[in-house]
Structure formats: C-alpha cells, structure tokens
C-alpha cells in the first residue's frame, strides 16, 4: 500500500528562489528518505532522516520530520536549472533484515531559467 | 555510473516471448531490490532479496520470476507478459546490517520495457 504521499504535484520555480516540497505518510516509521529522478532514470539517494531526528541538511537541501504529524518536507535552497525532476519521499519498513522502501508518486520540479 | 548495472537498457517483447533482466552491483552491498514504475503511479516494490535469500514476493504475478545467484547479480526472468506489464524496471541494492536503522538504496537507470 502507498505509504509516502508527496504535496504539491508538481512545482514550477524561477531559478534562484527556493523550492518546498512536502510528504505525509500514514503508519510509523524508523526513518524517511528523499530521492531525485531524472526523466526515466534511476532515482538517486538525497538524504535520510531517522524518526528521532527534527531536521537534517546536506549542500543546499534541508529536511524536517515531524513524527507527530506524520510528515516530512524538502527545502532546496537557491535553485538552479539542474534541479528539475521529480522527488520522491520514501518510508522504510524493515524485511528479513533487509529495507523495505515504500515510494509516494513524487512531485515535478521545474526550474525555470 | 551509479555502481548498480542494468541491461539492456531498452527492450521489446512481444507476448509469448521470454527473456531476461540483468542487475550487477559493485558496491559490496547484501540487498538487492527489483521495483517496477509505472506512468503516474508510485514505484510498486517487486523482489527484495537479503543476503541472497528471497525475502519479499510483493503478490507479483508469476509471469515474473526472480533470481539472486550471489550478492552482486540479481536476475527478473519474463515470459508470456502482457500489455499493461510495460513500464521501466529498476534495480537497486543496499546495505543491511545487524540492528537494522535504514539505508539509503542506489538504483540502476532501469530497462525501459515495452510489450507488444
């Protein structure tokens, strides 16, 4: 079942300015994960943040978890062009000792120069 | 290169076809993971496999059939597909260990697949 929801769907920035994009997710977790796909690629791994941490930041991405409600955003600070793609939130559940990572649908950023 | 191998990158097959998809990873990682990503839907968590042992069968039809011979190579083996099965497969592997708290995955770029 989908356990990461993304907000909004899609977003469309000057370049420069800064980019917010939300999740909320519906059952317990032991930590959230942040993910970039470019068009038809693979996804790459940005960041995660463990359910006892409030806010986590590496380069010009930050991330805040609050577990009460059950939500999580990304903040991309000064954007650039190369930022467009899709991001998604992800949840994880462990399975037989390995990780089980539940994807929302993600939300398409769009840089505009 | 992300360290995760897929191929081919692109494939058509038709309906009474069999063939097969191939991930390599080169990370020394112990988990390998199989998702398929479908337009406008969330990623759907296919095959998880832990140190080569098969520990995820997402209710995926048995048209698909998965293969971990060792750590570093994991296998989706396809035959008689349908349709609405054309989406773009990714692989992706992590690493697990004792006392488990999350790890991030490293995907391959997928195989864009395409059934006629």
């Known amino acids: 079942s989908q356990q990461g929801e993304e907000d909004p769907q899609a977003l469309s920035i000057q370049e420069g300015e800064n980019a917010t994009m939300n999740c909320s997710y519906k059952t317990s977790i032991n930590n959230l994960q942040w993910y970039r796909q470019n068009s038809g690629r693979g996804l790459v791994h940005l960041i995660l943040i463990r359910s006892n941490e409030r806010e986590k930041h590496s380069g010009r991405l930050r991330v805040t978890l609050d577990t009460s409600k059950k939500s999580s955003s990304l903040l991309i600070t000064a954007s650039r062009a190369a930022d467009t793609a899709s991001y998604f939130c992800?949840?994880?559940?462990?399975?037989?000792?390995?990780?089980?990572?539940?994807f929302g649908k993600g939300t398409h950023l769009i840089i505009q120069p | 290169e992300t360290g995760v191998t897929q191929t081919p990158r692109h494939l058509v097959m038709g309906m009474t076809n069999k063939k097969s998809l191939k991930c390599e990873q080169h990370?020394?990682?112990?988990?390998m993971y199989w998702y398929k990503q479908s337009a406008k839907k969330p990623l759907e968590l296919m095959f998880v496999y832990s140190l080569e042992e098969r520990v995820e069968n997402n209710s995926v039809p048995s048209r698909f059939s998965p293969e971990c011979p060792n750590s570093s190579h994991l296998f989706l083996h396809l035959h008689t597909l349908q349709p609405e099965d054309s989406a773009l497969y990714l692989c992706a592997s992590s690493q697990v260990r004792t006392g488990w708290v999350g790890y991030g995955y490293t995907f391959g770029s997928g195989t864009r697949l395409t059934v006629v």
């Open positions: 990370l020394g990682h112990n988990a």
């Open positions: 992800a949840t994880g559940l462990p399975l037989g000792g390995a990780d089980g990572l539940t």
